[in-house]
């Protein structure tokens, strides 16, 4: 089955700089790749996603760009702001059976200082 | 209009009982799945619906059981807890096909099996 690996798994900026999170996936069959955010105590919210005809994606301050020859995805946040401070998960998923089932990374905690 | 809604918030359990998770949507979305998060991990699958009745397993199904007798409610249950099943659940939903319109999470349940 589908295997996610999510890189790194704490990443500390200053306000400011830019954060780059980076997923490789395993199966080739993948086509849909959406980025989660989560913020201490909340529920995982979607803040952007890309599909596999796309080479990249962006809105406002962040982007992900996909590279399907080598199997992963990257979230760039440009400009980081204190509240950017969360932890981020990829995710990885096909249609299997007319259901996309997400299989996510271990998630990375983002730590933007002022 | 409350989205996804989980219930309840916390629960401390003793290793054997039983259990049933809630989640309810007012969306009218065909696809609900169950995710568990443990620190370091990331979310993972438990079980998923594609529509009422109709259920599959996730990566970790074990020890848990799942039902859809409706479009709105997809409750977990747990037969006999144990204290590896300590976690935080996730039910999330979605409109077909989910990768067109992104998967909105209920607020979560804390579990403790003590």
């Known amino acids: 089955g589908e295997n996610v690996e999510q890189h790194p798994s704490t990443l500390s900026v200053q306000e400011g700089d830019s954060a780059v999170i980076k997923c490789t996936y395993s199966?080739?069959?993948?086509?849909?790749f959406p980025w989660y955010k989560q913020e201490l105590g909340k529920r995982p919210q979607l803040i952007i996603d890309?599909?596999?005809?796309?080479g990249e994606k962006k809105d406002q301050r962040i982007a992900v760009t996909l590279n399907k020859t080598a199997k992963h995805f990257s979230l760039h946040i440009t400009e980081t702001q204190p509240e950017d401070s969360a932890v981020y998960f990829c995710?990885?998923?096909?249609?299997?059976?007319?259901?996309?089932?997400?299989?996510f990374g271990a998630g990375t905690r983002l730590a933007v200082h002022p | 209009n409350a989205g996804v809604t989980q219930t309840p918030k916390f629960q401390v359990l003793k290793t054997g009982q039983s259990m049933t998770l809630q989640c309810a949507q007012d969306?009218?979305?065909?696809?609900m799945s169950w995710y568990r998060q443990d620190p370091g991990m990331g979310l993972r699958l438990i079980h998923y619906?594609?529509?009422?009745?109709?259920?599959d397993q996730g990566e970790v199904p074990n020890g848990y059981n799942v039902s859809r007798s409706t479009t709105e409610d997809f409750p977990l249950r747990l037969l006999s807890a144990a204290p590896s099943q300590t976690s935080v659940y996730f039910c999330?939903?979605?409109?077909?096909?989910?990768?067109?319109?992104?998967?909105?999470f209920g607020s979560g349940t804390r579990l403790t099996v003590v």
């Open positions: 999330a939903s979605s409109y077909r096909p989910a990768e067109s319109y992104g998967y909105t």
């Open positions: 199966d080739s069959a993948s086509n849909y």
């Open positions: 890309i599909r596999s005809n796309v």
């Open positions: 995710a990885a998923s096909k249609n299997t059976g007319g259901y996309n089932k997400l299989i």
């Open positions: 969306m009218n979305h065909e696809y």
């Open positions: 619906s594609v529509g009422a009745g109709i259920t």
